[in-house]
C-alpha cells in the first residue's frame, strides 16, 4: 500500500487585510486578508518549516526530497538541497527541484508515488511553497498569498493510500512569468478561468470519475486548487459536489491564492477532519491538471501536523501595505548608513554547512559541555578534539540577554540580537525575528527557525533565528 504516511504545513505569521490594499490604492476590496511572508522568509525557509513539521524527528528514515515552488530564489542552484541540509537528511538522499508550473507539487507526487511504488526510494518527502507578487493596485495583489506544506510518501503507517490518479496536459497561455518578470502576468481573466482552468480540471476530473467507475457521491471530500473563489465554486457545482459539504476550503479569505502549495495545504487540512473509510479527490491545475483519489486508512489518528492548520491560521500579526510595499521592494527606503554586509564566501559556506544549515555545535565527549559554534576545545574541561556533533536547531531556550539595534543594516528595523541558552546546555547569540521589542523579554521562551539572513553578490545568505514561541 503506498500513500500519505504524514503532513506538514506552514503559515507566515503576517497578515495583510485586503482592505488596506484597497485603502492604498483607493480601489474595492475583495474582503478577508492574505498570508505574508516575513522579509527574512522565501519559498526555501517555509519549505523548510513545513518538512520538519511534516518529519518530527524522523528524519533518518527519509531517502527523498522534491521541492516544488514557481518561486526558486536561484535559477541555476537547486532548492531541495538547501531544504534537505537544513533539516538534516542523510546525505545519500535523493533531491530534486519541480518548478515553472501551479501544479508543480502534484507532478512531484505523482513522481514519489512511482519511486516507491517501484521499490526504488522507501519514504519521499514532496513539499511545496510559494511567494508569488502581484503587480500593484492589481488583482493578482489582493488575491496573491504565501504559505507552504508537505507529504511524506511512504508504504508503510499509511493514513491515505493512493486509490487512482489521472493527468492531463494543456498547452494553454493563461498565468505567466518570464525570467524577466517580477510580478505574475494573465491574459484575460474570464477567457482564462472558462477556457483554461474549467476546463481543463473537468476533463481531468471526469477521466478520472470514469477511469475509476466513481461518482462524485462516493467522496467525502474534494480538494481542488482555484485561482478565486469564485471559480472553484463554479467548478465544484458543475462536476457535481455539494460545495457545503463535500468541497474542502480554499483558504482564499484567510491566506489567500498559496500558488503551487495550494493544493498540498488543502490536502492537510482535510486530512485533518478525515475519518478512517473516507475518500478524498485532490485536483490540481497548471498547463494541465494530475487528480488523485485517496483513501483514508485507520492509521488517520497518528497524524503528524502539528501545529494544526486551524492553529497556523490563528497565530497571526497584521502588518500595513507600506511595510508590505517595502518587504517586498516595491518601494525604495533609505538605506542604513552603514557598510554593506559582505558577499558570503563559497569556501566557507562549504566548509561550516553543517554549523549554518543544520546548525550543528559539539558535544564533548569527556564532560558532556555542549557549545556553538563548534570549537576544538572544550570551554569547560579543556578537553582537545573530543567531541560528537550536537544539532541545535530543534532545541527550544530562553532568552538571556538582547539588544535593540534602529541603525542596523534589516529590512525591518530595528534589529534585535538575543543571547539564547539552550534547553539541556549550550548558548549562542543571533537575531530573533516574527516579533517586535514589545514581543520580547529576559527569560522568554523561543525556537529556532530557519530564515535568510540577506542577499549579497546573488547569494541568499541562509542561517537559523530565534522567534518566540506563541
Not at 478524498?280 to 502539528?306: H, M, P, W
Request: charged letters at 25%; one cysteine or more.
Amino acid at each position: 500500500m503506498v500513500g500519505i504516511t504524514s503532513v506538514g504545513i506552514y503559515v507566515p505569521t503576517y497578515r495583510l487585510s485586503r482592505d488596506e490594499i484597497a485603502k492604498a490604492w483607493g480601489t474595492r476590496s475583495l474582503g478577508g486578508e492574505k498570508a505574508v511572508a516575513n522579509c527574512d522568509e522565501d519559498s526555501v525557509t517555509m519549505a523548510v518549516a513545513a518538512v520538519l513539521d511534516c518529519l518530527s524527528g524522523n528524519q533518518e528514515r527519509i531517502d527523498g526530497l522534491s521541492f516544488a515552488t514557481t518561486t526558486a530564489p536561484y535559477k541555476e542552484k537547486q532548492g531541495a538541497a538547501i531544504v534537505a541540509a537544513a533539516v538534516d537528511l542523510v546525505r545519500e538522499s535523493r533531491t530534486a527541484d519541480c518548478t515553472n508550473s501551479l501544479r508543480a507539487a502534484t507532478t512531484a507526487m505523482n513522481a514519489a508515488i512511482d519511486s516507491v511504488s517501484s521499490g526504488s526510494a522507501r519514504n519521499v518527502v514532496v513539499t511545496a511553497s510559494d511567494c508569488r507578487i502581484g503587480a500593484p493596485k492589481g488583482d493578482f495583489e489582493m488575491e496573491l498569498g504565501d504559505g507552504a506544506a508537505a507529504v511524506i510518501i511512504g508504504s508503510s503507517d499509511v493514513i491515505a493510500s493512493v486509490e487512482g490518479t489521472y493527468s492531463v496536459f494543456d498547452e494553454f497561455t493563461g498565468v505567466w512569468r518570464s525570467d524577466e518578470d517580477t510580478f505574475v502576468r494573465s491574459a484575460e481573466q474570464r477567457f482564462v478561468n472558462t477556457e483554461g482552468y474549467v476546463r481543463t480540471v473537468q476533463e481531468a476530473v471526469s477521466g478520472l470519475m470514469e477511469k475509476y467507475k466513481l461518482t462524485p457521491k462516493e467522496f467525502s471530500k474534494a480538494v481542488f486548487y482555484a485561482p478565486d473563489a469564485k471559480s472553484h465554486a463554479n467548478l465544484a457545482r458543475s462536476l457535481g459536489f455539494d460545495p457545503k459539504t463535500q468541497v474542502q476550503d480554499t483558504l482564499f479569505n484567510t491566506i489567500g491564492n498559496t500558488g503551487a502549495a495550494a493544493p498540498m495545504i488543502m490536502l492537510a487540512g482535510a486530512l485533518e477532519k478525515a475519518s478512517p473509510g473516507d475518500r478524498i479527490l485532490l485536483a490540481s491545475y497548471g498547463d494541465g491538471s494530475d487528480v488523485f483519489i485517496f483513501n483514508v486508512t485507520e492509521n488517520i489518528d497518528k497524524i503528524q501536523c502539528r501545529p494544526s492548520l486551524k492553529e497556523c491560521l490563528a497565530r497571526k500579526k497584521y502588518i500595513n501595505y507600506v511595510k508590505y510595499a517595502s518587504w517586498r521592494g516595491l518601494i525604495e527606503i533609505e538605506a542604513s548608513r552603514r557598510p554593506s554586509p559582505p558577499t558570503p564566501a563559497a569556501p566557507c559556506l562549504w566548509r561550516e554547512r553543517e554549523s549554518i544549515l543544520t546548525l550543528y555545535g559539539v558535544k564533548c565527549r569527556n564532560c558532556g559541555t555542549v557549545q556553538y559554534p563548534p570549537a576544538r576545545v572544550c570551554t569547560t574541561c579543556q578537553a582537545k578534539d573530543n567531541f560528537e556533533k550536537y544539532k541545535f536547531s530543534d532545541k527550544r531556550g530562553q532568552i538571556f540577554t538582547y539588544s535593540i539595534d534602529y541603525l542596523a543594516v534589516t529590512s525591518d528595523p530595528p534589529g534585535i540580537n538575543a543571547v539564547i541558552d539552550f534547553d539541556g546546555g549550550g548558548r549562542m547569540q543571533c537575531e530573533l525575528t516574527d516579533c517586535t521589542p514589545e514581543d520580547i523579554g529576559i527569560g522568554i521562551p523561543v525556537e529556532m527557525t530557519f530564515r535568510q539572513l540577506y542577499q549579497s553578490g546573488g547569494i541568499h545568505n541562509y542561517f537559523w533565528k530565534a522567534r518566540p514561541i506563541k
